[in-house]
């Protein structure tokens, strides 16, 4: 039975050469980068599957209401905002004004990433009000809340190392509780793709 209080939220590129994995895509091309990420949108989109909760997948640029996931019939919008900071806080703005009560965001750069973490997240946040995956490359590949708290999306320099403190110190400044997941790698560069390489057979 689906869990209706739960929204697992989904960022997504529209997969288009030259438009994904740009960093990776300097190292091994375009083609072989968009492959990349193709194989990481359906690892994303199928542990996401797996979970009990209602799922949103949020594109950059187009709805493509037929395309290579559609098979998981999730439901579909737009991001909308000028940076990654204004596009998450609507997105959790959005969810919240639906109705939804713990709502969980990730990315699509995760190989590593399970439904197991997935599911840890929303019991996290029975007891706390934010819950996060730590990046190696210091920022975060998941966050979760249970109520808005706004300054987690604001003043960032996003894709930076710092973006993972400067988000646990807006946590303490707003007195607010969280719990940590496993620290994963987000693969962004080929250093990030040769370590996890082995998954991607």
Known sequence: MIDEEDLLLIFARNPVPGKVKTRLA?????????????RLL?????????????????????????????????????QEGDDLGDRMLNAFNTAFEDGFRRVVLIGSDCIELNSDILRDAFEGLITHDCVLGPATDGGYYLVGLNTMITPLFENKKWSTPDVLLDTLLDLQKADKSYAMLPTLNDIDTPEDFEKVQGLFA
């Open 26 to 38: 300097r190292a091994i091309g375009a083609d072989k980068a968009l492959k990349v990420y193709l």
């Open 42 to 78: 359906e690892h994303s989109h199928k542990i996401a599957d797996e979970l009990e909760c209602s799922k949103r997948v949020c594109y950059t640029e187009s709805i493509d209401e037929f395309g290579l996931l559609d098979y998981f019939k999730f439901e579909k919008q737009l």
